[in-house]
């Protein structure tokens, strides 16, 4: 099969979908099929390159930063990728394109679908999706203004795809009876597996690690609050990821005199996260909204346990007691009752240590997800499973 995968942001740029669309392009490759990605470029970045059997053709992208696409970004891309788009269908039969996201990249199934008429299968990722963020106003009132052009998009695939049931509920909030599929996201199980050495606690130090892009919807000010209020020095706090919000929530931390427990460790490689991950005691993630949640799947399989917001998709991944702490969102004494929960009980922590590894392997491995989008394809061409 021919595939054309679209996603306005792809690794190096971009967090859990960027790395989804590589990983699933990876698994197509090693399934036989034959795939190309069209996706942003930023600063120096070839506009064409093959990296590990994926043909990957990159535009001009206005992003403010390779972390941060903006709407300018988003915008920009689709400019672009429409000529790009244009000149990859002239050349090469494809069987089927796979847009990742509704906004902006689907867009772009207007030229493909209403003027080439184009088979696509579209997965929705979280902030493409009508209400799943309410902490920016930009966005609900594009979604709002968008809203007939969401819906003629979301019509004209062959297959809608979501990555968690909770995505879905709130996707069928805009359009209602429409078939919608869900398809986890996976992880690499042979890098984000348990630390070959147990942690060092004779320091006393209790290391809290959170994964994220720091913007507003991460709910990252709840935690630091928590932490200040349980006003430990034994405590330790290490937060991965870049964003928006990267200098606003340094000045937090500054404000509530955290500077020595609460460390900013940038824009880490998978390799560097995942050794994060083995010098952690505890995972936490306070988001006020999350489709799923890639980084707990990784902490999962690192051994971790986990205090995740009950909120999207994560209660899918994490149940309460067994995998992890589920928490209301935005409540600063439940993380607290959580953290302390953890820290005072070693035996729930080994245990739920124990239990997470084992389920990220049933079910959330890349081969895996793949093999659901392949059977998904086949669907929508009316084909044998091949």
């Known amino acids: 099969m021919r595939l054309l995968l679209l996603n306005y942001e792809f690794p190096p740029m971009g967090g859990g979908a960027s790395n989804a669309t590589f990983n699933i392009a990876l698994e197509l490759v090693k399934l036989g099929h034959s795939v190309d990605v069209l996706t942003s470029r930023f600063g120096d970045q070839p506009s064409e390159e093959i990296i590990q059997g994926i043909k990957v053709y990159r535009v001009t992208s206005w992003r403010h930063s390779i972390h941060n696409c903006g709407l300018r970004g988003a915008i920009s891309y689709v400019f672009f990728a429409f000529f790009s788009l244009r000149g990859l269908l002239k050349k090469n039969r494809y069987d089927l394109l796979h847009y990742f996201f509704g906004l902006p990249t689907g867009l772009l199934s207007l030229y493909s679908h209403g003027i080439k008429n184009q088979p696509y299968i579209l997965s929705l990722r979280g902030s493409d999706v009508p209400g799943y963020d309410t902490t920016s106003l930009k966005l609900r009132i594009l979604h709002w203004l968008l809203k007939p052009i969401t819906v003629r998009i979301w019509k004209k695939a062959e297959r809608l795809v979501t990555v968690s049931h909770g995505l879905r ?121 999350e489709s ?40 600063v004494n439940a993380i607290i009752e959580a953290i302390h929960r953890l820290t005072n009980d070693s035996l729930l922590r080994s245990r739920i240590s124990q239990n997470n590894p084992t389920k990220i392997k049933e079910q959330f491995t890349w081969i895996k997800i793949a093999l659901n989008y392949q059977a998904i394809y086949n669907e929508a061409l009316k084909r044998e499973p091949s």
Do not use: W
């Not at 147990?198 to 994220?212: A, E, F, I, K, P």
């Open 169 to 289: 509920e709130m996707a069928l909030q805009t359009l209602p009876g429409q078939p919608i599929r869900v398809i986890y996201n996976g992880i690499d199980t042979d890098l984000f597996k348990p630390a070959p050495h147990l942690n060092d606690t004779s320091n006393g130090h209790m290391r809290l690690l959170c994964v994220s892009r720091l913007i507003d919807r991460k709910g990252l000010d709840y935690l630091f609050q928590a932490v200040a209020e349980i006003n430990d020095p034994r405590i330790r706090l290490d937060i991965v990821g870049t964003g928006g919000s990267e200098q606003r929530l340094k000045a937090k931390i500054r404000e509530l005199g955290l500077e020595t427990q609460v460390r900013f460790c940038g824009y880490k490689t998978a390799l560097e996260v995942a050794e994060h991950y083995h010098q952690a005691d505890i995972f936490i993630l306070p988001s006020l909204s």
């Open 292 to 331: 799923q949640g890639m980084v707990l799947l990784e902490a999962m399989s690192c051994g971790l346990p986990i205090i995740a917001s009950h909120v999207g998709g994560i209660p899918e991944v994490v149940a309460d007691g067994e995998n992890g702490i589920l928490i209301p969102p935005a409540k």
